[in-house]
C-alpha cells in the first residue's frame, strides 16, 4: 500500500462527498486505502458514507474523540508507506496525491510535505507557518502582526513574508492536508491526543523537526480549501481551544525554567486575548445581522 488517507468528519455530510471523490477522480496508479474516522457526527454523514462509499474503512466513534485522537484511530488501523491527514473540507485538486507521494519518494530526508491549498475562489491560501513562541501572541494583541503582515519580525509565524508560490523548506504546513512518512511516525510517535483540536499538527511537526527529519513545502500539488468550515459553526469555543492549545504547546516545549516562568504572565495575555477575539467575533455578528 502506497498511501493511506484519514480523514476525520464531524457534522461534515455537506463536505464528505467532494472531497472523496476528488481523490478517487485522480488516484493515478498510485494503490491507496481511505480511513473516514467519524466523531459523532449528528448529520447525514455517516449516511452518505455507507451509501455511496462502501470502499472507504468506516471507523465511527460514539463520542467526539477530538482530532488528534481520531487521526491516530485511523493512523493504526492503516498500512500504507505514507499517511496522508486530510480534513473533509480538503479536496485534491489533478494529480496531487501522486506528486506528494513522488516527491516524499525522491527525498528520503522528508518527514511530511504540504501540498498549496487555494481558497475556493482559486486565491492562494497561506498554509504555512514558523513555529510560535512567547512572542507571537504578544505581537497579535498589540496588533502588530497585522498591522505589518509581510514582516519576518512581527508577522514570522504566518509566514506574510512567503509568496506560497515556491517550494523550500518549512517548519509547519497546514495539517488540514498533510502527507507524513510512516517510518517517522513509528520514530516521534503519533499525535499528542491531549490537543484535543488545535496546535497537535504545530507539535507533530515541532517533534519531527526535532528528529532531524525535514518538512516541505510543496505547491506542484495543489488542493482546494474550505477553511474552518466544519469549525465555524461552534467559532467561540474554537477560539478558547486554539489559545489553549497554543499554551499547551508551549508548555510542552519550552521546558527552560525561564520559559516556565513566563508561562504565568502568558496566559494570562493569553486569555486577553480569547475575551478580546470573541467580543470581536460578536460585534461582527451584529453588524452581519443588521444587514
Known amino acids: ?54 470502499q472507504v474503512l468506516f ?5 467526539n474523540l477530538g482530532y488528534a485522537r481520531a487521526n491516530n484511530q485511523g493512523i493504526e488501523c492503516s498500512v500504507g508507506k505514507y499517511v496522508l491527514l486530510l480534513n473533509p473540507d480538503v479536496s485534491l485538486l489533478d494529480n496531487a496525491l501522486l506528486d506528494l507521494f513522488l516527491y516524499m519518494e525522491k527525498h528520503p530526508e522528508a518527514g511530511a510535505i504540504g501540498p498549496q491549498l487555494l481558497n475556493p475562489d482559486g486565491t492562494i491560501q497561506p498554509s504555512c507557518r514558523e513555529f510560535p513562541g512567547f512572542l507571537t501572541l504578544i505581537y497579535d494583541v498589540l496588533g502588530l502582526s497585522f498591522l505589518f503582515p509581510k514582516s519576518k519580525f512581527f508577522a514570522s509565524w504566518r509566514m506574510g513574508y512567503f509568496d506560497h508560490d515556491s517550494s523550500r523548506e518549512v517548519d509547519q504546513p497546514m495539517g488540514s492536508a498533510l502527507m507524513l512518512r510512516r517510518r517517522a511516525l513509528k520514530q516521534i510517535g503519533l499525535m499528542d491526543e491531549e490537543f484535543f483540536m488545535f496546535f497537535n499538527d504545530v507539535d507533530l511537526c515541532y517533534r519531527l523537526k526535532k528528529a532531524n527529519w525535514k518538512i516541505y513545502f510543496y505547491p506542484e500539488a495543489r488542493a482546494y480549501h474550505l477553511l474552518g468550515a466544519s469549525t465555524k459553526r461552534v467559532k467561540s469555543r474554537m477560539i478558547y481551544l486554539s ?27 493569553l486569555y486577553i486575548g480569547v475575551v478580546i477575539r470573541i467580543i470581536a467575533l460578536k460585534i461582527k455578528n451584529l453588524f452581519k445581522s443588521s444587514e
Open 59 to 63: 471507523i465511527e466513534n460514539k463520542e
Open 243 to 269: 489559545h489553549r492549545g497554543y499554551y499547551k504547546f508551549l508548555k510542552k516545549h519550552r521546558t527552560k525554567k525561564m520559559d516556565q516562568i513566563l508561562l504565568i504572565p502568558f496566559l494570562v495575555l
Open 1 to 54: 500500500m502506497d498511501v493511506s488517507i484519514i480523514i476525520v468528519t464531524w457534522n461534515s455530510s455537506s463536505l464528505i462527498g467532494e472531497c472523496l471523490d476528488s481523490i478517487y477522480s485522480h488516484k493515478g496508479k498510485l494503490k491507496f486505502e481511505i480511513l473516514v474516522v467519524d466523531n459523532n457526527s449528528q448529520d447525514a454523514t455517516r449516511d452518505i458514507i455507507r451509501e455511496f462509499y462502501p
